[in-house]
């Protein structure tokens, strides 16, 4: 089963794997989602709303539906 | 030496801007797209140079049409807007990512500067970044560091403009270029090129003294709390409201006082004749046309500047995006739609911060639906005149809740029409979010009156033009008429007011009536009456709905004139008599329920406000969508007021 960023609980410390393609997915690389970044998910916006991640110390804020394009793995050192 | 200022969106580009050129600024257009070119001036001695400032951006490729600029401008040589030289602001914070636009810039063989900004935020983080380091992989760069809040740097970056590093063909990397095109594959290709090389250089910039786990900002916990983070906002809001509704007004009596006084003098002082009434009727009440509006939107600018640069803005965006989306709005369209409850006109300039253009041209075409405060004189008149006072249901006041029924159909056809827009307006960019959540800070007080500083200023040059024009048209339509028509009347008067014994201000409040109704405007009042009928309005009416289109307080003062009683300026006794009073020609009164109710929800929906409609163009930069709105509130407002007369008549 593939993980989504979309679906990752708060707090969660995950690893960017790969990018689905989409019109988005140069913009999602230029905001620093890279191949192999790690990140944390921070907190979510109520009713279902976007969901805010750690990248590099910055707070990037995503739709669900943009998130649900990031493949990642959990990251097991922390 | 034109000088273009680039970087990633809250990198402190703005304070590098505001370091560098002081108060010598000034914003004009980029031709094409609807940002705003804010350009000023550095002087380093002698030496003069021009800098422009770009939108922020990620890269150099367009994610939106206005990010467009960035790419064109730099991209090629032979573009109006191509500088000699680029000033790129890199967030020390955020090295990695900042690094792929400067790296891009980079390899454009432009002169150019990268000034390390927000050097102390990084070492906050525990991060330092190895300036010699950055410079020997950019040889041909100039690199400054700079704590742009503290002005700190500003003597360097001075240095280093003036003693440019010529370009000679040193690039970031061998195998990566600029994508030459748009192609979205190959601007993919560069993307991840130039990361993959940033990651493997970044381990000799950047040294992490000590990696700390960054907890959960505590005040995010609550600023985005389900209960909490709306009733915050909310709470603000009020605050927010109660200051503009307070201290706004002041100023507001004070102007409108102020052009009143001014034109009644000008008015005695001069020679009487058409260049007099020009001036003491038609431009002075139109420049204080202009002039009123600039307290409410100094007031809501600072506010908004307050939440942008506290960084809380943000956060508003985060918990409102889903609440909006399915009206084709945008989490950043809660700004401009609130505000518009004050007054659309600011309401419609901070839609700019909505980088999606479809979302920002729905929030702006739907934007002056929200009942603004220039509604509530015409609304008091009318609600007195035909709903009565009575309570309901043991505490419910009618009077104040037709009141309240009527914001709440402004908000819900804003809604509506918003919906049904985001079905017809075609983009060929989809709408993302994907927005940096910048960390909290404290305003600075020069960033904020820069920007209360340029809105007054945009609103007053480019807006003002044609709001004067407008209201010298109107002045001349309502003060002429077909060749000695308005004479005949004005004979009339002068007998009957010997036979009937008229007091000065009686004769006045005639001749002024008696004018009107024989201007051009009199006669356009009377020529729409067939079209008014099936709402119940008679040509007095009439004339009131076209005055009012100067804005639609002007409802009340120009039925007074109509009626020809004095405007006591408070509760309008006499003209609420004097409408009470009118019949038809059959014997009924005009002003019936259905006819008062018909005219409010006629004012709920129809563009009455050329401020708006003047502002709306300069935000679009073609008249064609101010044109599309003024048709579709139009259209819609005369429907609504058709169905309601027939429903209650």
Same mark, same amino acid.
């Given at each position: 089963m593939e993980k989504l960023l979309s679906n990752i609980k708060n707090g969660e410390h995950v690893i960017v794997r790969e990018l689905k393609n989409s019109v988005f997915k140069v913009k999602m690389m230029e905001m620093g989602?890279?191949?192999g970044k790690k990140i944390e998910v921070l907190f979510r916006a109520p009713f279902g709303g976007p969901i805010a991640i750690d990248v590099d110390g910055y707070t990037l804020s995503l739709r669900k539906d943009e998130a649900a394009l990031v493949l990642i793995d959990i990251q097991n050192d922390v | 030496m034109k000088i273009a200022l680039l970087g990633n969106p809250n990198t402190g580009k703005s304070t590098v801007f505001n370091m560098l050129t002081g108060m010598r600024q000034h914003v004009g257009n980029f031709p094409g797209v609807t940002v705003d070119k804010k350009t000023g001036i550095i002087e380093i001695g002698e030496e003069k140079h021009e800098l422009v400032d770009f939108p922020g951006t990620?890269?150099?490729?367009? @994610?939106s049409k206005d990010e467009e600029i960035v790419y064109t401008s730099l991209c090629?040589?032979?573009?109006?807007?191509?500088? %000699?030289a680029v000033i790129v602001i890199v967030d020390a914070s955020n090295l990695e990512r900042n690094l792929l636009f400067f790296s891009q810039v980079y390899?454009?063989?432009?002169?150019i500067i990268l000034v390390l900004n927000m050097t102390d935020l990084a070492h906050k983080q525990n991060k330092k970044v190895d300036v010699k380091a950055l410079q020997d992989i950019f040889p041909e760069a100039s690199v400054v560091e700079s704590i742009? @809040?503290? *002005?700190?740097g500003k003597n360097q970056l001075f240095y280093a403009i003036s003693s440019l590093k010529e370009r *000679?063909?040193?690039? &970031?990397? *061998?195998?990566i270029t600029v994508?030459?095109?748009?192609?979205i594959k190959e601007q993919e290709q560069d993307t991840e090129k130039r990361f993959l090389h940033i990651k493997s250089i970044i381990g000799n910039l950047e040294s992490v003294i000590e990696k700390t786990d960054r907890p959960a900002n505590k005040w995010d916990k609550i600023l985005v709390h389900p209960v909490f983070g709306y009733l915050i906002f909310a709470a603000i809001l009020l605050i927010i409201f109660q200051f503009i509704y307070v201290f706004a007004t002041i100023p507001m009596d004070l102007i409108d006082g102020f052009f009143a006084s001014f034109s009644q003098w000008m008015a005695q002082s001069l020679p009487e004749g058409v260049l007099t009434d020009l001036l003491s009727q038609g431009i002075i009440p139109g420049i204080g046309g202009i002039a009123i509006f600039i307290p409410q939107i100094a007031l809501l600018f600072f506010f908004i500047a307050i939440l942008e640069e506290t960084g809380y803005l943000s956060r508003v965006v985060f918990i409102m995006d889903k609440l909006l989306?399915? &009206? $084709?709005?945008?989490? *950043?369209s809660v700004v401009p739609l609130l505000s518009s409850v004050a007054c659309a006109i600011p309401g419609i300039m901070s839609?700019?911060?909505?980088?999606?253009w479809k979302e920002r041209l729905i929030t702006i075409l739907v934007?002056?639906?929200?009942?603004?405060?220039?509604r509530i004189p015409v609304y008091t008149v009318l609600i007195a005149l035909v709903i009565p006072n009575k309570t309901v249901? $043991? &505490?419910?006041?009618v009077q104040g809740l037709v009141l309240f029924g009527l914001y709440a159909l402004g908000l819900v056809s804003a809604l509506g029409v918003a919906f049904l827009m985001k079905l017809f307006i075609k983009t060929k960019d989809k709408g993302f979010l994907m927005l940096e959540m910048p960390s909290y800070k404290m305003p600075r007080v020069q960033n904020i009156l820069m920007v209360v500083l340029e809105k007054v200023k945009l609103f007053v040059w480019d807006a003002g033009k044609i709001i004067l024009s407008i209201s010298i048209i109107l002045w001349a339509l309502a003060s002429? $008429?077909?060749?000695?028509r308005i004479d005949e009347v004005l004979v009339a008067i002068e007998t009957e007011a010997i036979t009937e014994n008229w007091t000065d201000s009686e004769k006045n409040q005639e001749i002024a009536s008696a004018k009107l109704e024989n201007s051009y405007i009199g006669i356009l009042g009377k020529s729409i009456e067939p079209v008014i009928e099936p709402l119940g309005y008679d040509w007095k009416i009439g004339i009131s709905l076209i005055t009012s289109f100067?804005? @639609?307080?002007v409802f009340v003062g120009s039925m007074a004139t109509i009626y020809a009683v $004095? %405007? %006591?300026?408070?509760?309008?006794k006499p003209l609420l008599e004097k409408m009470r009073s009118q019949t038809r020609a059959d014997g009924?009164?005009? &002003?019936?329920l259905a006819t008062g109710v018909s005219l409010m929800i006629f004012y709920v929906f129809a563009m009455q406000c050329m401020a708006t409609l003047a502002v709306v163009k300069r935000e679009t930069k073609t008249w064609k969508w101010p044109l599309i709105q003024l048709g579709y509130m139009g259209v819609l407002a005369y429907l609504a007021a058709f169905i309601t007369y027939n429903l209650l008549s």
């Open positions: 989602l890279i191949k | 990620y890269s150099l490729y367009p @994610r090629d040589p032979a573009n109006s807007e191509y500088p %000699d390899d454009l063989q432009i002169p742009a @809040r503290i *002005k700190s *000679k063909g040193h690039i &970031f990397h *061998k195998d994508a030459s095109s748009l192609d989306r399915p &009206f $084709g709005l945008n989490g *950043k839609a700019r911060t909505i980088s999606d934007a002056p639906l929200m009942s603004c405060s220039a249901f $043991g &505490f419910m006041n002429f $008429g077909p060749s000695g100067a804005a @639609r307080e $004095g %405007d %006591d300026g408070e509760d309008n009924s009164p005009v &002003f019936t």
